[in-house]
């Protein structure tokens, strides 16, 4: 009997399985490249030859987790993805956000821009600011699920149900046919004092 034949794409996809699993538990400063290899079946030789470093293979993580569930304003980051952006900003801070990550938002913000040109968005909202609530509010339930419990939320509930609130959100900006470019809720203005 030979060598068991090798086959370097699942190898690969095993490591990024792994270090999924494994980054969103603990971060990438708590993962250790030998756990990762192991939870993968692989040698640890191999992460270093498919991904080069911990940093490359994180950022190879998200890169994957983005194109098998694209971010846009109807659909945002599930529980892993939370977790690792989570991690990803306590590790990291805010100076460094990965090529992926800021195409996702750009898509994000390019779509909302576009529903506000369609007259679907009132002119006068900052699609960026809501952009930023919209991935707030994906977020915020995994990195503090307290929170949920609070507002009487479970957290099962929030994969199905959110991103169709999400949708009625957007729905309920819309402006209405008479008042271009105007909320059909009205909002309270700010007091300064």
């Known amino acids: 009997m030979g060598m068991p034949k090798r086959d370097p794409?699942?190898?690969?996809?095993n490591i990024l399985a792994a270090a999924v699993q494994m980054?969103?538990?603990?971060?990438?400063?708590?993962?250790?490249?030998?756990?990762?290899?192991?939870?993968?079946?692989?040698?640890?030789?191999?992460?270093?030859?498919?991904?080069?470093?911990?940093?490359?293979?994180f950022e190879a993580v998200v890169q994957a987790r983005l194109e098998a569930r694209p971010w846009s304003a109807r659909s945002a980051p599930d529980s892993t993805d939370a977790r690792l952006m989570a991690w990803e900003g306590l590790q990291v801070g805010a100076g460094a956000v990965g090529v992926a990550r800021q195409r996702a938002?750009?898509?994000?913000?390019?779509?909302?821009?576009?529903?506000?040109?369609?007259g679907l968005l009132p002119t006068s909202l900052n699609v960026r600011q809501l952009a930023l609530v919209l991935l707030s509010a994906r977020l915020l339930p995994y990195i503090c699920p307290q929170y949920v419990r609070f507002v009487g939320v479970e957290l099962d509930q929030l994969e199905t149900g959110q991103a169709s609130f999400l949708v009625e959100l957007l729905d309920a900006l819309k402006p209405d046919t008479g008042t271009v470019g105007?909320?059909?809720v009205k909002l309270k203005p700010r007091i300064r004092g």
Do not use: C, W
């Open 23 to 57: 980054f969103s538990e603990v971060g990438a400063e708590g993962a250790r490249i030998d756990a990762i290899a192991k939870r993968a079946g692989a040698n640890k030789r191999m992460i270093y030859h498919y991904f080069g470093d911990k940093a490359a293979l």
């Open 182 to 184: 105007k909320p059909r």
């Open 9 to 13: 794409r699942a190898t690969r996809n």
């Open 105 to 118: 938002l750009i898509v994000m913000r390019k779509e909302l821009e576009d529903r506000q040109q369609r």
